[in-house]
């Protein structure tokens, strides 16, 4: 496992390394460095903005010099709007995430924390929940763990259930403001709020076991849907409620 002497080590050779692309014109810290939260199991979060249309070139570049310089051993990418994410996995498990856009584009993605090293940012207005669209997915997974309980498909069933306790979960960071992207903000709830949702883990794969699961998942989100649109849950709740109980 990585130190806390080679993680330093590391994040100030890319940050160094990107003083000196000329490609490179912005770069901030992003994660935990930036929300001043790090500790001695956070991995690496370097943002970066590319200017000249180059973003391909440099991401390249920067790949072969992770593998050939600091031993990477894998990565994978993710891509929000013009920005590529690329997730890097040094020998000694210490995790790297790079990002790369536009210099037009440089700026925060999301509500993280972004603490600009150098050049400009551009503003970003904050990203919203859709609740809406987070109660239609908890509809969603509700109905599917049920009809898999049915089918016996227990693991595909487990696989909703807990999708419905985590968006659950994400409703409910939302509504007492704290992050809910991967539930960041889950650990921080009130035990009251979150005490229902303890009942909906599955303890293992029998049907029954599955059912009870179910049934605790899904009076949690209605109570939680009652906070976010009482009308909705007034039509939604017994529907789903009749449906797991019965």
């Known amino acids: 496992m990585f130190t806390l002497d080679s993680r330093?080590?590391?994040r100030r050779q890319l940050i160094e390394r990107a003083h000196g692309d000329s490609r490179i014109t912005a770069a901030a810290l992003t994660g935990s460095a930036a929300h001043k939260t790090e500790d001695v199991w956070s991995d690496i979060d370097l943002f970066f903005g590319v200017s000249g249309g180059a973003t391909t070139e440099v991401l390249n570049d920067w790949t072969n010099y992770l593998y050939n310089e600091l031993g990477a051993v894998h990565h994978f990418d993710l891509l929000a709007g013009?920005?590529?994410y690329r997730a890097f996995l040094l020998g000694e498990l210490l995790e790297v995430d790079l990002g790369f856009t536009p210099l037009s584009a440089f700026g925060p993605v999301g509500n993280g924390a972004f603490e600009v090293l150098f050049g400009q940012g551009v503003d970003r207005k904050p990203v919203v929940t859709d609740t809406d669209h987070l109660a239609g997915r908890c509809w969603h997974h509700v109905l599917h763990a049920y009809v898999c309980i049915q089918r016996s498909a227990a693991w595909q069933a487990e696989y909703w259930i807990s999708a419905l306790?985590?968006?659950t979960l994400t409703l409910m960071s939302d509504r007492l403001g704290h992050p809910g992207d991967f539930l960041k903000g889950a650990d921080q709830l009130p035990a009251e709020v979150?005490?229902?949702l303890r009942e909906a883990l599955v303890r293992?794969?029998?049907p029954a076991?599955?059912?009870r699961a179910l049934r605790s998942a899904t009076h949690?989100?209605?109570a939680e849907l009652r906070h976010h649109d009482s009308r909705f849950a007034a039509v939604l709740g017994p529907r789903l409620i009749d449906l797991v109980n019965g």
Do not use: G, H, W, Y
């Open 82 to 84: 013009p920005a590529t």
């Open 220 to 222: 949690a989100f209605v």
């Open 194 to 196: 979150i005490s229902p």
């Open 204 to 206: 293992n794969l029998d």
């Open 8 to 10: 330093a080590n590391v």
């Open 209 to 211: 076991e599955l059912s």
């Open 165 to 167: 306790r985590d968006n």
